[in-house]
């Protein structure tokens, strides 16, 4: 979401959804229905933050004086994780001076993943998840965390992929290096079980 100062979107509604603040801004929040919308209250939120909105209905207009950009997932009604395979274990685990959890409820896990130039992670595992790039230019993928098999991937601030369970090993089952030429920073956010 991106929304000009003064704009204001319509009523609408989300089921439980993830979010993260790309930059800091000013909101006016509408809770309910368009027929029975309480007050308006006013959230200050800071760049970074990372908060999983329960769902319901609501509005929402910019009152800062600066372009709010916001990232926000939530789960097709449809979609369901394919579940945990023997020995699942977390990049939260594996890695910590790399992962953190920023945000989590019963559905999500908002992460950060931050890693220096060269340096690389253990192999870990993903349910389906997407990811969002702050920082970064390429990194190498190793399905399996087979170093004979890396993928590089070139990426770019403000991209946004998709990483299903679905392809496999690659997004699945994996270990990571930051072959780029800067700092990597993403956010992720992934479903839990």
Same mark, same amino acid.
């Given at each position: 979401m991106t929304a000009a100062p003064g704009s204001e979107d319509q009523p609408h509604e989300h089921p439980s959804h993830s979010m993260y603040f790309v930059t800091s801004c000013k909101l006016e929040i509408k809770d309910g229905p368009p027929d029975a919308q309480?007050?308006?209250?006013?959230? @200050?939120?800071?760049?970074?933050?990372a908060p999983i909105f329960p769902a319901g209905p609501h509005q929402v207009k910019n009152i800062g004086d600066a372009d709010a950009k916001v990232i926000f997932v939530e789960s097709f009604p449809l979609c369901k994780p394919c579940g945990l395979? @023997?020995?699942?274990? +977390?990049?939260?685990? +594996?890695?910590?001076?790399?992962?953190?959890?920023?945000?989590?409820?019963? #559905?999500?896990?908002?992460? @950060?993943? +931050?890693?220096?130039?060269?340096?690389? #992670?253990?192999?870990? #595992?993903?349910?389906?998840?997407?990811?969002?790039?702050?920082?970064?230019? @390429?990194? +190498?993928?190793?399905?399996? %965390?087979?170093?004979?098999?890396?993928?590089?991937?070139?990426?770019?601030?403000?991209? %946004?992929?998709?990483?299903?369970?679905?392809?496999?090993?690659?997004?699945?089952?994996?270990?990571?290096?930051?072959t780029g030429t800067v700092p990597l920073k993403m956010i992720f956010f992934e479903m839990k079980k």
């Open positions: 309480g007050e308006a209250h006013v959230a @200050e939120v800071p760049a970074g933050a395979a @023997e020995g699942f274990t +977390t990049p939260f685990t +594996t890695t910590p001076e790399c992962y953190k959890v920023l945000a989590e409820n019963d #559905d999500w896990i908002t992460g @950060e993943l +931050t890693m220096e130039v060269g340096q690389a #992670d253990s192999l870990h #595992d993903h349910l389906d998840h997407l990811i969002y790039v702050l920082e970064g230019d @390429e990194v +190498t993928i190793y399905p399996m %965390g087979v170093l004979g098999d890396g993928h590089a991937v070139p990426i770019k601030p403000g991209a %946004g992929l998709a990483a299903p369970m679905s392809a496999g090993p690659i997004f699945a089952k994996h270990s990571m290096k930051n």
